[in-house]
């Protein structure tokens, strides 16, 4: 409730809500999850085992472009 101060000027408390977290339906998530599951397995699959001999991609680019980061995450590769 609205209370004035000695200077005329209203002041409001606003009111404590409480808010109910609803669970997310496992089919809701599942598909996200296995999207972002294979998507990982590609990224790990170009950092760390492309080496050109069994390359998905002919040439070296993706070497090339992911070098720093497989020695960051401890892959050899050369």
Request: charged residues 10%.
């Amino acid at each position: 409730m609205p209370r004035r101060s000695r200077h005329g000027a209203v002041h409001c408390r606003p009111t404590p809500t409480t808010q109910i977290l609803t669970p997310l339906p496992l089919g809701a998530i599942a598909p996200w999850a296995a999207f972002f599951g294979v998507l990982m397995l590609v990224l790990l699959y170009f950092v760390g085992a492309e080496q050109g001999a069994t390359a998905v991609v002919s040439g070296e680019g993706v070497h090339e472009w992911v070098h720093d980061a497989r020695h960051l995450l401890g892959f050899p590769c050369h």
